[in-house]
């Protein structure tokens, strides 16, 4: 059954013809309920792969266009994330420059030395002087 553009099936508004094979025929088409591809969390799915958005966008909604070596992710006009394409399944394809500011730095605070085993056991080394001393005498 081949689809015209411009048809629907369900949802789905056929946009183009993209090709056939073996197994039937792929056509590029838009989901006309949702109308964009929403960023749940800091990775959208494209077929079995993720790929990251900027962090400051989850819960946003962004577009996304898909190229034959390029995976372009936009918010509003403006282009926030670009990734090679992989054919990999199930895999993530992740800038970690997403996620920077996303957690807080951790103070950096000053070593604190070690316990000694004597005072881990809450002598001192000046106690157990002090005892010894006082058995001398």
């Given at each position: 059954?081949?689809l ?24 590029l ?8 591809k ?12 993720r ?20 995976v ?6 403006e ?57 001398a005498?």
């Amino acid at each position: 059954m081949a689809l015209t553009a411009g048809s629907n099936i369900s949802q789905y508004k056929i946009i183009a013809r993209l090709g056939s094979g073996g197994m039937g025929e792929v056509y590029l088409a838009l989901d006309e309920r949702l109308r964009r591809k929403v960023a749940s969390d800091a990775l959208v799915d494209i077929d079995t792969v993720r790929y990251s958005v900027p962090h400051r966008l989850v819960r946003t909604e962004v577009e996304v266009l898909v190229g034959e070596s390029q995976v372009r992710i936009y918010s509003g006009a403006e282009l926030v994330a670009s990734h090679a394409r992989t054919i990999e399944p199930h895999t993530s394809v992740i800038d970690f420059a997403h996620y920077r500011g996303l957690w807080r730095a951790s103070p950096q605070l000053p070593a604190a030395e070690p316990p000694r085993a004597l005072e881990a056991l809450g002598r001192s080394l000046a106690d157990y002087e002090a005892a010894v001393l006082e058995g001398a005498r």
